[in-house]
T-cell receptor
Framework: AQKITQTQPGMFVQEKEAVTLDCTYDTSDQSYGLFWYKQPSSGEMIFLIYQGSYDEQNATEGRYSLNFQKARKSANLVISASQLGDSAMYFCAMPPDTGRRALTFGSGTRLQVQP | EAQVTQNPRYLITVTGKKLTVTCSQNMNHEYMSWYRQDPGLGLRQIYYSMNVEVTDKGDVPEGYKVSRKEKRNFPLILESPSPNQTSLYFC??????????FGSGTRLTVV
């Protein structure tokens, strides 16, 4: 069975500073991936970044990067130069293993960027 | 633009009045699914469909129906809505194991 754990219910960060959102996972699969999604107050689910377990380099998309440490089973999201528009819920998620069809989501971290 | 379109975005209805939330994708994806999101419970899958006329239950299917008569459409049907179905609903489609696209969500309130 897969499990995603996000231990930070809420985080504050000053505008223009970097912030790391934690995500640990558990899976028995040898090949897997990790997503990060952003959910602003308007409710939509916005894809941010993806990392596959066999990708050698940490994924980067603009100000978002993934600090992927397989040995620790962690896939932390790093947001550089935070902006006010980054205030949102952030979810870590894992695609289904062979036995299930659903994405497995963590409980989310609410990030608030302060001016 | 590649997208998943859900309608309506917001819906308030009364207990027992049948409703349908529509979902349409323009990416020719075979796989589509429905999730509900509730505070403290995260996102849970309701139903999924691997292709036309192929649907299966997810983790929380009770009280819901789906159909997949065409590849692009995957409506969610609540035959007799109840207040415990008040939630935020998402439709998603997938082109590969990794490529998920979510709709904008439907906030449903059942009174």
């Amino acid at each position: 069975a897969q499990k995603i754990t996000q231990t930070q219910p809420g985080m504050f960060v000053q505008e223009k500073e970097a912030v790391t959102l934690d995500c640990t996972y558990d899976t028995s699969d040898q090949s897997y991936g990790l997503f990060w999604y952003k959910q602003p107050s308007s409710g939509e689910m916005i894809f941010l970044i993806y990392q596959g377990s066999y990708d050698e380099q940490n994924a980067t998309e603009g100000r978002y990067s993934l600090n992927f440490q397989k040995a620790r089973k962690s896939a932390n999201l790093v947001i550089s130069a935070s902006q006010l528009g980054d205030s949102a819920m952030y979810f870590c998620a894992m695609p289904p293993d062979t036995g299930r069809r659903a994405l497995t989501f963590g409980s989310g971290t609410r990030l608030q960027v302060q001016p | 633009e590649a997208q998943v379109t859900q309608n309506p975005r917001y819906l308030i209805t009364v207990t027992g009045k049948k409703l349908t939330v529509t979902c349409s994708q323009n990416m020719n994806h075979e796989y589509m699914s429905w999730y509900r999101q509730d505070p403290g419970l995260g996102l849970r899958q309701i139903y999924y469909s691997m292709n036309v006329e192929v649907t299966d239950k997810g983790d929380v299917p009770e009280g819901y129906k789906v159909s997949r008569k065409e590849k692009r459409n995957f409506p969610l049907i609540l035959e007799s809505p109840s207040p415990n179905q008040t939630s935020l609903y998402f439709c998603a489609s997938r082109d590969s194991l990794w490529g998920y696209t979510f709709g904008s969500g439907t906030r449903l309130t059942v009174v």
